[in-house]
C-alpha cells in the first residue's frame, strides 16, 4: 500500500515536497515513480528513481525544477518541487513497479498505486 502526502495551495515560483510511504513491502528492490493528472486529461510521467543504482529519470517538463529521491531503510519517496508552474496544477499519484526501461514512463510499468494527491498551483 502506498500513501502520499504533502500536496496543497502554493503561488507560482514557490515549492511543496511530496512524500509517500510504502507499506507492507520492502521498496529497495523496486523503481518508484511519481505521475500526475490534470483534470481531463491523461495521466502523465513526471519522475521516476530506479531500483538498482538509483538513476533517476525526469520529464522534460519539470526537469530541473523538481527532484526525486528515495530512503529505502524508511520506504519512502520523495519529490521536491521547485519553481512551480500554474501548469504543474494537478493530481499527483506515486506508484511502486519493476519497468522496463522503456516502460519507465508508462503508467503500465507500475504495479501499484497510491492514491493521489492535490497539488494546485495560483497564478
Known amino acids: 500500500q502506498l500513501q502520499a502526502s504533502g500536496g496543497g495551495l502554493v503561488q507560482a515560483g514557490g515549492s511543496l515536497r511530496l512524500s509517500c510511504a510504502a507499506s507492507g513491502r520492502a521498496t529497495s528492490s523496486y523503481t518508484l515513480g511519481w505521475f500526475r493528472q490534470a483534470p481531463g486529461k491523461e495521466r502523465e510521467f513526471v519522475a521516476a528513481i530506479v531500483w538498482s543504482g538509483g538513476r533517476t529519470v525526469y520529464a522534460d517538463s519539470v526537469k530541473g525544477r523538481f527532484t526525486i529521491s528515495r530512503d529505502n531503510a524508511k520506504n519512502t519517496v520523495s519529490l521536491q518541487m521547485n519553481s512551480l508552474k500554474p501548469e504543474d496544477t494537478a493530481v499527483y499519484y506515486c506508484?511502486?513497479?519493476?519497468?522496463?526501461?522503456?516502460?519507465?514512463?508508462?503508467?503500465?510499468?507500475?504495479?501499484?498505486w497510491g492514491q493521489g494527491t492535490q497539488v494546485t498551483v495560483s497564478s
Open positions: 506508484a511502486l513497479g519493476r519497468p522496463i526501461w522503456s516502460s519507465l514512463a508508462m503508467v503500465s510499468g507500475y504495479s501499484h
